[in-house]
């Protein structure tokens, strides 16, 4: 069964490298709009996550309209994903534009050996990894989740690392992720705003208390970097444009911030870019569920959080 699944993904990848990148975009979209009409389930959950956040501003025919969109961007962006990991260097000023490199080059400046970046499910997001040709002097990483099926993570790997980024499995490789922070000036991007589990700190994400990663905020404060969040925009039909935001402060007068804190800066940042263009997130995710809280009595902070697990970069 792998084998064949291997075979159907080698086969898919070859022919929508093959394809116009427009034309991929045209195919994702419609491929989206279907799934809209035949996934119940993940309709339903767009849909309600949707209204909790916008209902008192949309209409249910608008909340409706909303998701259809979604789903159409969601195809979209996947599609792209495959097509745009084959693209050089000289391709994807084409079609991706990065604002806000100044402001990671200045925060380094004198602090630590990299940056960390708190990224998310937003537009093409695989275009992150491609955002090092606008943001020179940074070795670009990440973390992500290896899937079951060795095979398929090797060629959904293969895709990636033509990038030039490092990828991190966050179970096995924390002991490489470690000696690559202490020994380069890496911008370290992790995807965190989805559902953290039971390890996560509950922190308000349009208003409603929600598992957050920790590990953007931990990670910046135990490697001394500055944490900026960088956000994929689409801007038209395939074409992004990433930006990286102001930096979020981890320290007041040169003690650490509770990891709280700078993880509800971090949330508000996400909010904002959600705000600015609906469509472009990632509403099919349960990013509400609920979670055992622990009791806590005193903020945390990097000494007293938990080991920090970043979102899969899936």
């Given at each position: 069964m792998?084998r064949?699944?291997v075979?159907i993904?080698?086969a898919?990848i070859?022919?929508l490298q093959a394809?116009?990148?427009?034309?991929?975009?045209?195919?994702?979209r419609?491929?989206?709009?279907?799934?809209y009409?035949?996934?119940?389930?993940?309709?339903r959950?767009?849909t309600e996550?949707?209204?909790?956040?916008?209902g008192?501003?949309l209409?249910?025919?608008?909340?409706r309209?909303?998701?259809?969109?979604?789903?159409?961007?969601?195809g979209?962006?996947?599609s792209?994903a495959?097509?745009?990991?084959?693209?050089?260097?000289e391709q994807i000023?084409?079609?991706l534009?990065?604002?806000?490199?100044?402001?990671?080059?200045?925060a380094?400046?004198?602090?630590?050996?990299?940056?960390v970046?708190?990224i998310g499910?937003f537009?093409?997001?695989?275009?992150?990894?491609?955002?090092n040709l606008?943001?020179?002097?940074?070795?670009?990483?990440?973390t992500?989740?290896?899937?079951r099926?060795?095979?398929?993570?090797?060629l959904?790997?293969?895709?990636?690392?033509?990038?030039g980024?490092?990828?991190?499995?966050?179970?096995?490789?924390?002991?490489?992720?470690?000696?690559?922070?202490?020994?380069?000036?890496?911008?370290l991007?992790?995807?965190?705003?989805?559902?953290?589990?039971?390890r996560?700190?509950p922190?308000?994400f349009?208003?409603?208390?929600?598992s957050?990663s920790a590990?953007?905020?931990?990670?910046?404060l135990?490697?001394?970097?500055?944490?900026?969040?960088?956000?994929?925009?689409?801007?038209?039909?395939?074409?992004?444009?990433?930006?990286?935001g102001?930096?979020?402060?981890?320290?007041v007068?040169?003690?650490?911030?509770?990891?709280?804190d700078?993880a509800?800066?971090?949330?508000?940042?996400?909010?904002?870019?959600?705000?600015r263009?609906?469509a472009?997130?990632?509403?099919?995710h349960?990013?509400?569920?609920?979670?055992?809280?622990?009791?806590r009595?005193t903020?945390?902070?990097?000494?007293?959080a938990p080991?920090?697990?970043?979102?899969?970069?899936?």
């Open positions: 792998e064949l699944l075979l993904a080698r898919l070859a022919l394809l116009p990148l427009t034309w991929v975009a045209r195919l994702g419609a491929g989206g709009g279907l799934a009409v035949l996934d119940a389930r993940h309709r959950v767009a996550n949707l209204r909790q956040c916008f008192a501003e209409s249910p025919p608008a909340i309209r909303l998701a259809r969109e979604n789903f159409r961007r969601v979209e962006n996947f792209c495959v097509r745009t990991a084959a693209l050089s260097a000023p084409k079609i534009t990065v604002s806000g490199g100044e402001r990671a080059r200045a380094l400046a004198g602090r630590g050996r990299g940056v970046v708190a499910h537009g093409n997001f695989e275009l992150y990894a491609r955002a606008f943001v020179p002097g940074f070795q670009f990483a990440t992500y989740r290896a899937l099926q060795p095979a398929l993570n090797a959904l790997q293969d895709l990636r690392e033509r990038s980024c490092l990828y991190f499995e966050r179970r096995s490789d924390a002991s490489a992720l470690r000696e690559a922070m202490n020994s380069r000036r890496v911008m991007g992790l995807l965190a705003d989805q559902h953290a589990g039971d996560g700190l922190v308000p349009f208003g409603r208390e929600c957050t590990a953007p905020a931990v990670l910046a135990r490697y001394h970097c500055p944490l900026h969040v960088a956000i994929c925009y689409r801007t038209g039909p395939a074409r992004w444009h990433i930006e990286i102001d930096e979020i402060p981890t320290a007068d040169g003690h650490p911030r509770p990891i709280e700078i509800r800066d971090m949330n508000h940042a996400y909010e904002a870019a959600v705000r263009d609906p472009n997130w990632f509403w099919v349960r990013r509400w569920k609920s979670v055992h809280r622990r009791p009595h903020p945390v902070t990097e000494a007293t080991q920090p697990v970043a979102e899969d970069a899936e």
